[in-house]
T-cell receptor, first 113, second 118 residues
Framework: SQKIEQNSEALNIQEGKTATLTCNYTNYSPAYLQWYRQDPGRGPVFLLLIRENEKEKRKERLKVTFDTTLKQSLFHITASQPADSATYLCALAPEGGGNKLTFGTGTQLKVEL | GAVVSQHPSRVICKSGTSVKIECRSLDFQATTMFWYRQFPKKSLMLMATSNEGSKATYEQGVEKDKFLINHASLTLSTLTVTSAHPEDSSFYIC??????????????FGDGTRLSIL
């Protein structure tokens, strides 16, 4: 069956360091992959989208990579700040496109002073 | 940017009550909206796809008679939890996208509804 895995354990890092979050998937050939941020008690907020034929995407301090051979996406936050503390979710779109997303369980990031 | 508003943000009610949750796209039209359910420290689970002017498409295992969806206009979808019981307590979230009929569109989420059934 299709499976999307993110680190279930919280990631604690020091301010100014680069945070790297992992999203692995199995039995899936997604057309594209998205990353969202979710704060407690709020809905997710879209961050970045990367297509299957793209290796890397950047937006300000954020960088996403997509390796369809490894079936993995990495999400990096450089020069992390306490305000970056949140849960980060990866989401996959089905083969052939479409907007029905399947979400990973999310990784909680805590950036400490 | 695209804004999705969800109301109410929190509901506490007695077992057996039916609860209606609204999801509105404030500055765009949405032919498709999605309804999710999220348990604490768990992922968003897609419940159904709400289609304007037609029946919703439910995911496997979701009771359509329990979770009634109405998408009567291009800016409003409603989810009604009928005869709610404590096991229906959860965080319900909706999403939509401008030009949602096309692929590769980021979803815009409401802020969710925390439903607590006593």
């Amino acid at each position: 069956s299709q499976k999307i895995e993110q680190n279930s354990e919280a990631l604690n890092i020091q301010e100014g360091k680069t945070a790297t979050l992992t999203c692995n998937y199995t039995n899936y050939s997604p057309a594209y992959l998205q990353w969202y941020r979710q704060d407690p008690g709020r809905g997710p907020v879209f961050l970045l989208l990367i297509r299957e034929n793209e290796k890397e995407k950047r937006k300000e301090r954020l960088k996403v990579t997509f390796d369809t051979t490894l079936k993995q996406s990495l999400f990096h936050i450089t020069a992390s700040q306490p305000a970056d503390s949140a849960t980060y979710l990866c989401a996959l779109a089905p083969e052939g496109g479409g907007n029905k997303l399947t979400f990973g369980t999310g990784t909680q990031l805590k950036v400490e002073l | 940017g695209a804004v999705v508003s969800q109301h109410p943000s929190r509901v506490i009610c007695k077992s057996g009550t039916s609860v209606k949750i609204e999801c509105r796209s404030l500055d765009f039209q949405a032919t498709t909206m999605f309804w999710y359910r999220q348990f604490p420290k768990k992922s968003l689970m897609l419940m159904a796809t709400s289609n304007e002017g037609s029946k919703a498409t439910y995911e496997q295992g979701v009771e359509k008679d329990k979770f009634l969806i109405n998408h009567a206009s291009l800016t409003l979808s409603t989810l009604t939890v009928t005869s709610a019981h404590p096991e229906d307590s959860s965080f319900y979230i909706c999403s939509a996208a401008p030009n949602g009929q096309y692929s590769n569109q980021p979803q815009h989420f409401g802020d969710g509804t925390r439903l607590s059934i006593l």
